[in-house]
Every structure is written in C-alpha cells, then in structure tokens.
C-alpha cells in the first residue's frame, strides 16, 4: 500500500480532514467522501462502501480503490484482465460497470458511533 493511501485510510478511520496531493477525504455528517484529482472515487458510511471509477479507469484509481476495500470490506478487490476491469470477492468476479455498492464490514460500532456523532 502506498503511503498516501495509508494516510487516506488513517483520515476516514480517524473522521478527520485529508489532502495530499491528488487525494482528498471530505468528511459529511456520517460519511466520508474521497477524491482523486477533483472527481468522487469512494462513499464510505457506516453500512456501505460505494467505489467509483470516476471515469478514470487508472491505476491509481484502481490502487486508491484497493487500499478502501482492503480497509473496509472482506476479500473484496478490482484487478484488471484484458484491459477489463473486473471486481473480485468471496462471491465470485463481476465485470466492473463504474460503480459499486457493498457492505461495510467494518465491525467497530463504537468507532462509527464516537467519530462520526455530528450526523
């Protein structure tokens, strides 16, 4: 994991403030907003996680994308093949469409509860 996504994930567990660079995290109310280069990539509250490709299928979005799913989702991941974007879980591979909503599975309630308290 890249340092800048280290940091990233730091901010939202953390409820604070980020940027650097081409990232940013926005907190709102109970969720928290990630940007890469100016365009929404992640919507993470406290039952879903929605990642984006913001248009840009790089391989930044696609490392920034990987450093949220590793910290908020079980074994959920996207990996490319034959130019194609595909996102890959315990269920199985999908074909990556833009978009995609899951479960948080983040399991510290209290975290939700104490950090984010000004929803």
Same mark, same amino acid.
């Given at each position: 994991?890249?340092?800048?996504?280290?940091?990233?994930?730091?901010?939202?567990?953390?409820?604070?403030?980020?940027? @650097?660079?081409?990232?940013?995290?926005?907190?709102?109310?109970?969720?928290?907003?990630?940007? @890469?280069?100016?365009?929404?990539?992640?919507?993470?509250?406290?039952?879903?996680?929605?990642?984006?490709?913001?248009?840009?299928?790089?391989?930044?979005?696609?490392?920034?994308?990987?450093?949220?799913?590793?910290?908020?989702?079980?074994?959920?991941?996207?990996?490319?093949?034959?130019?194609?974007?595909?996102?890959?879980?315990?269920?199985?591979?999908?074909?990556?469409?833009?978009?995609?909503?899951?479960?948080?599975?983040?399991?510290?309630?209290?975290?939700?509860?104490?950090?984010?308290?000004?929803?």
């Amino acid at each position: 994991m890249r340092k800048i996504e280290a940091k990233m994930l730091k901010a939202i567990h953390r409820g604070t403030d980020f940027k @650097l660079d081409n990232t940013e995290v926005i907190h709102s109310g109970a969720e928290a907003r990630v940007y @890469l280069h100016g365009n929404l990539i992640a919507v993470i509250a406290r039952t879903t996680v929605k990642v984006l490709d913001g248009g840009w299928e790089s391989v930044t979005t696609k490392s920034r994308l990987n450093a949220i799913l590793r910290g908020f989702t079980c074994g959920m991941g996207i990996y490319q093949k034959d130019w194609m974007w595909y996102l890959s879980g315990p269920e199985g591979d999908i074909s990556w469409e833009g978009e995609h909503e899951m479960k948080n599975e983040t399991t510290d309630w209290m975290f939700w509860q104490t950090v984010h308290a000004k929803a």
